[in-house]
Every structure is written in C-alpha cells, then in structure tokens.
C-alpha cells in the first residue's frame, strides 16, 4: 500500500470500505479500487461482519492486495489478537489509540501498516492529526463523534470540512487518507482542494446496502478524471 506505490504521488488511490463478502471484495477490485476495507466489530455504524468472514476475504483475494482492517480497539495486544485471526496488510486503528499503544502494535507486528483515523470535528483535528502521525504509516481523515455516549467511528455518510483537512495534509509527513460522506458527485472536489493521497468511500458507492457497480463505476471515474 505504501511501498513503491509512493513514488507515483499522481494517482489518487481508492479504497473501498465496508466489503461484505468475497464477491464485493472481486466485484470492487474489478472496477479499480487499490484497497479492500474490512470492518470488525464496531460500537455503532454500518459494515461489521463476523471476524470469520474478515477471514474467509483475506483467503479469498491475493495477498499483494491491500486490506485494511478496521478496529475500535485501543490496546496493541488486543489489536494483535484480532490481527492473528484475521491478518490484513493494513490495520485501521478508528478510535484514538495511544502513542505507547502504537509503539507496542508496531513492536507486534513489524509488516504491518498502521492507518490512525482521526475525526474532524473542527480545527483541533490539526493537533491531533500532528500527534500522532510520527507512529504511524498514514492518516485517515473521516467524519464520525468519538466524543458520543454511543461512539461514532465511521460510516455517518456525512462530510467534514475539507478545508481542516487540506491543513492535516500540509502539516504531516504521512500519507493522508479521506473519508466521509464521498460520492460520485463530490468527491472530485474533494480531491482537488485536499490533494489527498487516498478516497475511501462506503456508503457512497451502495443502494440497499449492496456495492452497486453503477455508482462504483462513476465513483471511479470521478476519481480518475
């Protein structure tokens, strides 16, 4: 994911989260998405799926593809644990994990990327986003309320604003990630004003909860024009 892909800092990456089975991780990679997003079990939010089928997906497609795992798990041995029963290339760490978690998590598990998802409430996202990139290989930018009885980590389908965001991604040294509330009809906007290295969309690109390869198809495009 963040190997040689780098260097060709052109090309917005795009990454499909919520994947439900083995036929929308196949129908996603089809039509050009360069990462799989996997949801385990989360306090609120759509896409969670057993931890069994996490596993049958990651048997399923190659593994040169990416795969991000995402968990709302704080503690690095817990991470680890789930991450030994369902090993992804990437883990999507969606609520605040603590810097000394991150160093013990990167101590566990050396070949593993580390995403930090960081919610963009308002303009502190900056601080924490400057915070806590040093620990990890890049940052996601998404549009959930930790700061909720019942936490929101992900999935609101509601955008942010993109302009907090264009300030992360001048401010960290990590590749920069975007998610919230993207579509078709706006995500090259979002794209022109972030410059972000990556998309990540989920609710954007599904009608009745299911991948729907026509608004995949203009998603894509849309990223890719």
Same mark, same amino acid.
């Given at each position: ?12 990456? #795009? ?5 439900a089975g ?26 969670? #799926? ?28 817990? #991470? ?23 160093v013990q ?12 998802v960081v ?14 990139? $040093? ?32 300030? #992360? ?5 990590? $590749? ?50």
């Open positions: 994911m963040l190997g040689s892909g780098t260097l060709d800092t052109m090309r917005t990456r #795009i990454k499909v989260c919520c994947i083995t036929d929308e991780a196949e129908l996603a990679l089809s039509r050009g998405a360069d990462v799989l997003g996997l949801v385990s079990a989360m306090p609120s939010g759509p896409g969670p #799926i057993p931890d069994s089928v996490i596993a049958d997906i990651l048997g399923h497609v190659d593994r040169s593809v990416d795969t991000f795992l995402l968990t709302a798990l704080q503690s690095a041995v817990a #991470i680890a644990e789930l991450h030994r029963r369902c090993p992804s290339t990437g883990l999507q760490l969606v609520d605040a994990v603590a810097p000394r978690e991150l998590l990167r101590e566990l598990l050396p070949e593993t990327q580390l995403i930090q919610h963009v409430l308002g303009p502190e996202a900056v601080d924490h986003a400057v915070a806590c990139a $040093p620990f990890v290989d890049a940052v996601l930018l998404d549009s959930g309320n930790p700061l909720l009885a019942v936490k929101e980590l992900g999935g609101t389908g509601r955008t942010h604003d993109w302009e907090v965001s264009r300030r #992360i991604r001048e401010s960290i040294d990590r $590749p920069l990630f975007l998610a919230g509330g993207l579509n078709p009809k706006n995500v090259r906007e979002a794209i022109d004003l972030v410059r972000p290295y990556g998309v990540d969309v989920c609710s954007g690109v599904r009608s009745t909860g299911r991948l729907d390869l026509h608004l995949l198809d203009a998603f894509v495009s849309a990223v890719r024009a």
